[in-house]
């Protein structure tokens, strides 16, 4: 946890200087989420400690930021954010100065329950996109959606999506009632992940090389989907969250 970012004290205030990249919609954005050290780790005995977060004004001296270009078409656009000595007060402070890490987690899991959801809706349009092509495409005098071969890949992927999904209800259900979200959101976000990208991949699959033309509009959502399972969380972490936190193996990272 050796954190570049640094909130140093002054008095009672803090002088914000470090960076942050990849962050989403920073452009039409008044605030965002910053979680810095305001305590160097040399400092701590438990490496999480000394960590605090920050509502930081993007319009405050001392903000400034640079597009990172993605090669994947989003509706939304990536940033790195620079904070050069940035003035923040008591009034900017989420929870406790130096408690931060106790609740980093779970301000993340709303973002994780939502890329889940995302991750479910891209894996039915794109599935009913296969169903359809597979019920209208026929070969030999029939559908190729007859055949095991094209039929069995989507029916597992339809599974996994719709299991996926139920996870995600449960996990914003949680969340909705104020209830730990964590498990769930991490559950939900890794199933979810893998499930969007089996979805389209056996939607593609059923389309044959017409799967991959613009008019069918199905190739473009497989960046999308194969980014969502490494960002903004990816499967690694959540598998080691579930690992160490839902069924107690040593921690892993």
Known sequence: ????????????????????????????????????????????????????????????????????????????????????????????????????????????????????????????????????????????????????GVQHPMAKAHTAVEMASLMTRRAAWEFDNKLPAGASSNMAKYAAAEAGIEAVDAALQAHGGSGFTEDTGLYEMYPLVRLLRTAPVNRELCLSFIGEKVMGLPRSY
């Open 1 to 148: 946890m050796k954190a570049t970012t640094l909130a140093k004290r002054r008095g009672n205030r803090f002088s914000l200087s470090g960076e942050k990249t990849f962050i989403t919609g920073a452009e039409v954005s008044d605030y965002c989420l910053v979680v810095a050290r305001t305590k160097p780790h040399t400092e701590v005995s438990r490496k999480t400690d000394g960590f605090t977060l920050f509502a930081v004004d993007l319009k405050k001296k001392g903000v400034d930021k640079q597009r990172v270009k993605i090669s994947i078409p989003l509706p939304e656009e990536q940033w790195t954010l620079f904070f050069d000595e940035v003035d923040l007060g008591p009034e900017d402070v989420v929870g406790e100065v130096d408690e931060g890490f106790s609740i980093l987690f779970d301000s993340l899991n709303p973002e994780r329950i939502i890329l889940a959801a995302l991750c479910c809706g891209i894996g039915r349009f794109a599935l009913n996109k296969g169903v359809a092509y597979a019920s209208e495409r026929n070969v030999f005098d029939q559908p190729i959606g007859a055949h095991q």
